[in-house]
């Protein structure tokens, strides 16, 4: 067996002298485990958030979207969406016409994005499972129906259930604003609540999604639309979606764009992972400000074994292994506390992934705080603590090469 190792393992389980080192190693273990269990289980909440809120963007944003490349429209024909459609991973493709617009309802006014959209759309919509009163429904015989976001209706007090119709507004592209009679240059079309859904803060604040027909209406446009929209067939991978993104622009040219989820939020999708990115560099700051306990419990193991020390030097020991067995030895107090943390943590995160012990507040999406478990946030986790820990026992063993 190793020197340095055996006598390290020796210092670390056997009595000091001074009861106040061992207690300062062990609050130094202790909070190594506690730094480290926050760790995996505020990372692993943020996954569960970060999922969360990429399923419910899921729920309006499609896998691929095609949108003119100047303009705001555009009218979808040709043999490249004949290809498209005819794709095997390709699950829908539907049209969309967007535009913000003012609504009444009921005396009450709100500036929305409006969206209108085709029967693909409405048959086989993801909003379905995020409605929280109602259907989602966009027609009752001939009557065009909407189906608005939570916090939108609210504001509007509205209810599906009432016969008050939707009033929606938008300028008119084809006649004079008269100064005189200003709403004589505003469109106005008609719809009648059928639903309301819960799909994401900004989703719910703004959102209000009618039939095409109306919308064309409103807007008095024929046939034009803002964007295709596509969605791919569950377990489709990233390279299928790469490919076909890729083939989908080379065959509609330089006139047009196509993006996938990332690309339509990206600003969403980057600001989420610094965030996270943020929140592990303060933890680990954390614990390298916990660390720093073990500086002190090492600091006066060193001072206490100054005769160990000379016996070792006498007996020929080479310097560089005295180094390592205090280097060792402060590194082991950080590494069990690692291993404790690791065992909390994850232990907690499993319960809470599995049972839902911790409950939202208030009326969320969902009961409990949602829990993802990422592996690769285990090792660098246990990578960050390990590399902490050993750094920190450095310090006073530099400090002791120095003075000798």
């Known amino acids: 067996m190793r020197v340095a190792p055996f006598i390290a393992l020796r210092y670390l389980f056997a009595k000091k002298s001074h009861n106040v080192i061992n207690l300062i190693s062990a609050i130094s273990a202790i909070g190594m485990a506690i730094g480290t269990a926050a760790l995996i289980i505020i990372l692993s909440v943020y996954n569960g958030f970060d999922t969360l809120i990429r399923s419910m963007m899921g729920s309006v944003e499609p896998d691929l979207l095609i949108t003119p490349a100047t303009g705001k429209t555009f009218t979808p024909q040709g043999e490249a969406y004949d290809w498209i459609a005819e794709q095997e991973s390709v699950l829908n493709m539907c049209c ?3 535009e913000d617009v003012f609504i009444n309802y009921a005396d009450k006014q709100s500036l929305a994005k409006a969206k209108g959209v085709d029967w693909v759309y409405e048959a086989e919509s993801p909003l379905r499972d995020y409605m929280i009163k109602g259907t989602f429904s966009l027609h009752r015989g001939d009557v065009p129906l909407a189906c608005v976001g939570a916090e939108l209706a609210s504001n ?19 006649r004079k604003i008269s100064t005189s009679n200003p709403a004589a240059s505003l469109e106005r079309i008609k719809v009648w609540p059928s639903g309301v859904f819960n799909a994401g803060t900004d989703i719910n604040k703004e959102l209000i999604i009618i039939p095409i027909d109306k919308m064309r209406e409103l807007l008095e446009y024929d046939s034009e639309v803002s964007a295709v929209e596509i969605r791919l067939k569950e377990g489709t991978s990233e390279n299928s979606l790469k490919s076909l993104q890729s083939d989908i622009e080379g065959r509609l040219g330089p006139g047009f764009k196509v993006k996938d989820r990332f690309q339509q939020n990206e600003s969403l999708y980057s600001m989420m992972k610094y965030e996270k990115i943020a929140i592990y560099m303060i933890l680990i700051f954390v614990i390298i400000i916990i660390a720093f306990n073990i500086f002190g419990s090492l600091s006066m193991l060193i001072i206490e074994k100054k005769t160990d020390i000379s016996t070792l030097r006498h007996l020929g020991t080479p310097e560089r292994t005295i180094r390592q067995i205090f280097v060792l030895e402060g590194w082991l107090i950080s590494l069990t506390g690692l291993a404790a943390g690791l065992i909390i943590g994850l232990g907690f995160a499993l319960l809470q992934e599995q049972l839902g012990i911790i409950k939202m507040p208030g009326h969320f999406i969902v009961q409990a705080y949602p829990i ?11 990578g960050g603590v390990a590399v902490v820990g050993y750094l920190i026992a450095l310090l006073p063993v530099s400090i002791l090469s120095k003075r000798r």
């Open 96 to 98: 969309v016409l967007e």
């Open 156 to 174: 509007l007090g509205l209810e599906p259930h009432f016969l008050t119709p939707v009033e929606i507004y938008f300028p008119s592209r084809t």
């Open 372 to 382: 993802v478990i990422s592996w690769i946030d285990v090792l660098l986790v246990t």
